[in-house]
């Protein structure tokens, strides 16, 4: 009797481990992913792979490991290059924070901006920008679009001025950092005709007269072409001569308040100034 007790309990144990080896195996090994995404930044890891961050149109920020990725010869190619446009499949392990990159498939390239010095300059400070203000796994279908359309604009026009000027008053917007461009904040003044003033130290727009050192202009011309960022799409807009100054003022003060609200210095702004 006793023996026969023993064998049932070393079969029910033999049993039990097996299924949960079996559970524990499908937990670690999960199917492969698939997302539409933006290859934002890359970095060197170890002798021959790759860290990625990209930004999944289902999956939101994801930070993964490309095997491979720096050797010679290798099955990504051009792929990981910054903001390029690509499909890819990742694998995802619950015991892991980085995911394992399978397989990456060019959509878009964006080659002429990628090679070129001053147009890439343009390209890292919206990969930077977006790499900081994205929340990882947090999904945002109107960013992807946005990222997207301002990197297809700096390819097509050869010209990074009017994307950039684009893209940061739309991430200030986006993140609900926008101040009202009609009145001044501190003392509900209209601006009218009259400049504006803005600090890279705190939000809203100030009148003359409340107006502090340091503080730089946004003009009525910069106020007037984010109404009609507000309302127009970047390819459906030309870069006239006449808002030149005013894409500048605007540029500055959209990345001045990013840098506010992320309380750090964006690297990447002084290459700007560089080109």
Not at 228 to 250: P, S, Y
Not at 253 to 273: Q, V
């Amino acid at each position: 009797m006793v023996i026969t007790i023993l064998l049932r309990v070393r079969a029910f144990r033999t049993e039990y481990g097996s299924l949960s080896g079996a559970a524990s195996a499908r937990r670690l090994l999960m199917p492969a992913r698939e997302t539409e995404a933006i290859i934002l930044r890359t970095f060197p890891l170890g002798e021959a792979d790759r860290l990625v961050s990209f930004f999944g149109r289902s999956s939101g920020r994801v930070r993964g490991v490309a095997a491979g990725a720096r050797r010679l010869k290798n099955r990504y190619g051009s792929t990981l290059e910054v903001l390029s446009h690509v499909q890819i499949w990742y694998v995802e392990k619950e015991t892991r924070d980085l995911v394992r990159i399978e397989q990456a498939e060019l959509l878009e390239s964006f080659h002429k901006a990628q090679s070129d010095y001053g147009l890439s300059t343009g390209l890292a400070v919206i990969s930077e920008i977006s790499e900081l203000i994205l929340p990882e796994h947090e999904v945002s279908e109107p960013m992807f679009r946005l990222i997207l359309l301002a990197a297809r604009e700096v390819e097509r026009t050869a010209d990074w001025h009017l994307p950039l000027s684009y893209f940061a008053f739309w991430t200030v917007r986006l993140g609900g950092w926008l101040p009202r461009f009609d009145r001044c904040v501190a003392c509900g003044t209209p601006f009218d005709s009259k400049p504006a003033f803005y600090d890279a130290h705190q939000s809203g727009l100030f009148c003359e007269k409340c107006r502090r050192a340091g503080m730089k202009p946004l003009d009525a011309e910069a106020r007037g072409l984010a109404e009609r960022f507000a309302g127009e799409r970047l390819d459906r807009m030309t870069f006239e001569k006449c808002i030149e100054t005013g894409a500048g003022e605007l540029r500055e003060a959209g990345l001045s308040w990013i840098e506010h609200h992320l309380e750090r210095r964006l690297r990447t702004r002084e290459l700007l100034e560089t080109t």
